[in-house]
């Protein structure tokens, strides 16, 4: 199947920023996303997007993430700003050739995934 392989990620004290990207082969997405999952916590839908235009952003990270997409290399990319240790998890890639609305943010509704990167917000 397609693979999906997660960089950019590393330990930053809070206020910090890290860029993470993701890389798919063999296949151009309709849809990718970024999720994230601390230990003894629920996988969450963070970041998706749509093509190359449509963004959409759980309510913690709005206006501090950027979810941006680059057809040329394959990649999808999140700018982080204002990292806060609630931001720390292993963040994971998702990307689908469907897209599933108001359900975006549903780890289910998604068939492929990276192996994560861990993002580590210290005080």
């Known amino acids: 199947q397609a693979l999906l392989a997660e960089s950019g990620g590393g330990s930053v004290q809070a206020g910090g920023s890290l860029r993470l990207s993701c890389s798919g082969s063999g296949l151009t997405y309709t849809s990718m996303a970024w999720f994230r999952q601390a230990p003894g916590k629920e996988r969450e839908g963070v970041a998706g997007?749509?093509?190359?235009?449509?963004?959409y952003y759980v309510d913690s990270v709005k206006d501090r993430f950027t979810i941006s997409r680059d057809y040329g290399k394959n990649t999808v990319y999140l700018q982080m700003n204002s990292l806060k240790p609630e931001d720390t998890a292993m963040y994971y890639c998702?990307?689908?050739?469907?897209?599933?609305?108001?359900?975006?943010?549903?780890?289910?509704?998604?068939?492929?995934w990276g192996q994560g990167t861990q993002v580590t917000v210290s005080s």
């Open positions: 998702a990307a689908d050739m469907s897209w599933y609305g108001d359900h975006w943010y549903e780890p289910a509704k998604w068939n492929y």
């Open positions: 997007i749509y093509y190359s235009e449509s963004t």
